[in-house]
C-alpha cells in the first residue's frame, strides 16, 4: 500500500498531540507526588526531605516550559477547532498544574518554620485536607487522560468539600492562637499551609473546567457549589 504525504502529516499531528498529553499527565503525577511528599514531611518534621521537595519543583517548571514549546508546535501546523480547543486547555492546564507544584512545594517550606515549634496535633487535620487535594489531583489527571467531563465534573462539585473542611480547620486554628498566645506563631504556619493546599483544590477545579472544555466547547458547566467561608464575616 502506498502511503500518501497527507498522511504522514495526519499521524506527526496525532503523535505529537498524544506527547503533549503524556507530558501533562506526567507533569501532573510530579505535582502529586510532590503535594504527597510535602505532607509526608510535615508529619516526619523532617528538614532535609523538605529542602528537596523546594528543588524539585524546578523539574516541574522546566517541563511546562517543554510544554508551551511543543503547544507551538502545534499551533503552526494550522489546526482546526478541536485542535485549538486541545492547543488552549494545554497551555491553561499545564499552568495550573505549574501553580499545583509551587504550592506543594510552599507547603514543604514552611514546615521548616513548623518545625522550630513543639509538635501541634494540628498537623493531623492538615494531613486530611491534603488528603482530599492529593485525591482532586490525581482523579482530574484521569479525567483528562481519558477526555471524561463527567468525571472532570464530579471533580468540580468535589471541591466543597476540600473548601468546608479547610473552613473547619482555619476556624480550629484560629480558636486555638485566642487560647494559647504561645500557639500563634506555629498555627500561622499552618494556617498559611492550609491556604496553600485549599487553593491546589482550585487549581484541580480550574482543570476540571478545561477536560469540560475540551469535551463540550463552551456549553455551560453546571453550577458548582462553595464553601469556603473564611472570607464571609458572621
Not at 492547543?87 to 518554620?113: Q, T
Not at 493531623?124 to 492529593?134: E, H, I, K, M, Q
Not at 466547547?217 to 457549589?225: C, K, T
Request: with cysteine.
Amino acid at each position: 500500500m502506498i502511503t500518501q504525504p497527507h498522511d504522514h502529516i495526519v499521524k506527526s499531528h496525532d503523535d505529537e498531540r498524544q506527547r503533549l498529553k503524556g507530558e501533562l499527565l506526567r507533569m501532573g503525577e510530579m505535582a502529586a507526588a510532590q503535594l504527597e511528599a510535602a505532607l509526608d514531611v510535615v508529619e516526619r518534621r523532617d528538614d532535609k526531605a523538605a529542602e528537596r521537595i523546594v528543588g524539585n519543583d524546578e523539574a516541574i517548571d522546566a517541563l511546562e516550559h517543554e510544554i508551551s514549546q511543543d503547544v507551538m508546535k502545534l499551533a503552526l501546523r494550522g489546526p482546526m477547532a478541536r485542535d485549538l480547543r486541545e492547543i488552549l486547555a494545554a497551555l491553561r492546564i499545564a499552568a495550573d498544574i505549574e501553580r499545583i507544584g509551587d504550592y506543594a512545594a510552599n507547603v514543604a517550606k514552611r514546615s521548616m518554620a513548623l518545625n522550630l515549634s513543639p509538635p501541634l496535633p494540628h498537623t493531623r487535620g492538615l494531613s486530611a485536607l491534603g488528603a482530599l487535594a492529593v485525591q482532586q489531583a490525581r482523579d482530574v489527571f484521569v479525567a483528562y487522560r481519558d477526555d471524561d467531563a463527567v468525571a472532570a465534573q464530579r471533580v468540580r462539585a468535589r471541591d466543597a468539600d476540600l473548601d468546608a473542611q479547610y473552613t473547619g480547620l482555619f476556624r480550629e486554628l484560629l480558636t486555638y492562637m485566642m487560647e494559647d498566645a504561645r500557639s500563634i506563631t506555629p498555627c500561622t504556619h499552618l494556617l498559611f499551609m492550609a491556604k496553600n493546599i485549599e487553593r491546589i483544590g482550585d487549581h484541580a477545579t480550574n482543570i476540571a473546567e478545561n477536560v469540560w472544555f475540551l469535551v463540550h466547547g463552551d456549553d455551560a458547566l453546571p453550577p458548582r457549589d462553595k464553601r469556603d467561608e473564611t472570607n464571609t464575616a458572621t
